[in-house]
T-cell receptor
Framework: SAVISQKPSRDICQRGTSLTIQCQVD?????MFWYRQQPGQSLTLIAT?????????ESGFVIDKFPISRPNLTFSTLTVSNMSPEDSSIYLC?????????????FGPGTRLTVL | KQEVTQIPAALSVPEGENLVLNCSFT??????LQWFRQDPGKGLTSLLL?????REQTSGRLNASLDKSSGRSTLYIAASQPGDSATYLC???????????FGTGTQLKVEL
């Protein structure tokens, strides 16, 4: 398994500001993933963060809006930039553990963001 | 593009009932399928993972099946308890299993 922590657990922010979310894993992993869960919706993958290289973003998500850092193998940050009320969501980071088809994804507790 | 749907969206049952949650996906070329549980204010907890070559997996009162050819998976919960109340999500793995496409979820309430 994996133990993942996120900071902050929740925040209320003003429109136009930015928030950086931190994700810490209990041991080294190659890839870390960032997901968004909008109210009443399921999870959508934002990007995959590899250590030492630029993050890979999914369709509909761009680096200017969601810059990601991955300074080492146990830590990553996601910034939500120039926020609007539509960014109100739960943001979750996850990692994969296992081998091949047995790869299991483990999730952090999430950061609940409300933008006013 | 993979699409994952879960039926029903919400379910309320009395304690002790056996129940089945359904998940369907459009692209059968999957790497694996994972069932998660999500509790309010908490992250996701992995319940079961089924590899693409497997038909089912069991853990305690939970049994998950996979039929790739028909694009379906079911999660069977035996002898449901109030503590089982949560949202259940299925997620289909592709791209070596690292990329998950999530279903819409089933919100389960087990009443005393």
């Amino acid at each position: 398994s994996a133990v993942i922590s996120q900071k902050p657990s929740r925040d209320i922010c003003q429109r136009g500001t930015s928030l950086t979310i931190q994700c810490q894993v209990d041991s080294q992993v190659t890839m870390m993933f960032w997901y968004r869960q909008q109210p009443g919706q399921s999870l959508t993958l934002i990007a995959t963060a590899n250590q030492g290289s630029e993050a890979t973003y999914e369709s509909g998500f761009v680096i200017d809006k969601f810059p990601i850092s991955r300074p080492n193998l146990t830590f990553s940050t996601l910034t939500v930039s120039n926020m609007s009320p539509e960014d109100s969501s739960i943001y979750l980071c996850s990692v994969t553990r296992g081998t091949g088809e047995t790869d299991t994804q483990y999730f952090g507790p999430g950061t609940r963001l409300t933008v006013l | 593009k993979q699409e994952v749907t879960q039926i029903p969206a919400a379910l309320s049952v009395p304690e002790g009932e056996n129940l089945v949650l359904n998940c369907s996906f459009t692209d059968s070329a999957i790497y694996n399928l994972q069932w998660f549980r999500q509790d309010p204010g908490k992250g996701l907890t992995s319940l079961l993972l089924i590899q693409s070559s497997q038909r089912e997996q069991t853990s305690g009162r939970l049994n998950a099946s996979l039929d790739k050819s028909s694009g379906r998976s079911t999660l069977y919960i035996a002898a449901s308890q109030p503590g089982d109340s949560a949202t259940y999500l299925c997620a289909v793995g592709s791209g070596g299993g690292n990329k998950l496409t999530f279903g819409t979820g089933t919100q389960l309430k087990v009443e005393l």
